[in-house]
């Protein structure tokens, strides 16, 4: 049964703790990406990766770390520098070519919620 | 950097209206993508344009991408309850662009339906 996961679904943590997100796909995509939804916000990209080893900055990448080793697993790490941590993250990822016109839909995990106290 | 605009950011109807939601983005997109989110879950993919002028339709719903590729709409007939949720549109940067390969999300739009 393909598809991402994210755990834990609710994770609640004190403020100037770091805290890392679990994100992992058995779906065989390239590109992995990580988003911060607020109410009335929309998603933000905050982290990147279009191939292992390799990662870009999004829009909010300030106060977060990620890392890609394997190609199923893109894990987020939430700073202590992060100002305001409290949201709902969602991983995503979608299959990536090389030629214009085909990066294709992304598929969402379930999300984490992160209350920071 | 890019930035995509969507609106209206609630819209209230009642079973049987119709919805429209629009979005703009501030550069040419090399494609545009919509999904929807039903309360307490995750964005589920819709559909994806690629072409200038393109309509796509899927039941109720019908989609359109502009001329211009920096403007799109989602219409939904006859909604229903089950249309609850909010429908964000996302672009696709140009290709050889800096923004390439990320997609970059309209607000949303919330869609509640009265029975």
């Known amino acids: 049964d393909g598809g991402i996961t994210q755990s834990p679904k609710y994770l609640f943590r004190k403020e100037g703790q770091n805290v890392t997100l679990s994100c992992e796909q058995n779906?065989?995509?390239?590109?992995m990406y990580w988003y911060r939804q607020d109410p009335g916000q929309g998603l933000r990209l905050i982290y990147y990766?279009?191939?292992?080893?390799?990662?870009q900055k999004g829009d909010i990448a300030e106060g977060y770390s990620v890392s890609r080793e394997k190609k199923e697993s893109f894990p987020l790490t939430v700073t202590s520098a992060q100002k305001n941590p409290t949201a709902f993250y969602l991983c995503?990822?979608?299959?990536?070519?090389?030629?214009?016109?085909?990066?294709?839909?992304?598929?969402f995990g379930p999300g984490t919620r992160l209350t920071v106290l | 950097g890019q930035q995509v605009m969507q609106i209206p950011q609630y819209q209230h109807v009642q079973e049987g209206e119709d919805f429209t939601t629009y979005c703009n983005s501030s550069?040419?997109?090399?494609?545009i993508q919509w999904y929807k989110q039903r309360p307490g879950g995750h964005p589920v993919f819709l559909i994806q344009?690629?072409?200038?002028?393109e309509v796509k339709k899927q039941k109720r719903l019908t989609f359109q991408f502009g001329e211009a590729k920096k403007n799109s709409s989602l219409h939904i007939t006859a909604t229903q309850t089950t249309d609850v949720g909010t429908y964000f549109c996302?672009?696709?940067?140009?290709?050889?662009?800096?923004?390439?390969?990320?997609?970059?999300f309209g607000q949303g739009t919330i869609l509640t339906v009265h029975p």
């Open positions: 995503a990822s979608s299959i990536r070519r090389d030629t214009p016109f085909t990066y294709n839909e992304q598929f």
């Open positions: 779906l065989n995509h390239d590109a």
């Open positions: 990766s279009q191939i292992v080893n390799d990662f």
């Open positions: 550069t040419t997109l090399s494609n």
């Open positions: 344009l690629v072409k200038s002028g």
């Open positions: 996302a672009g696709l940067g140009n290709a050889g662009g800096t923004s390439y390969g990320k997609l970059t």
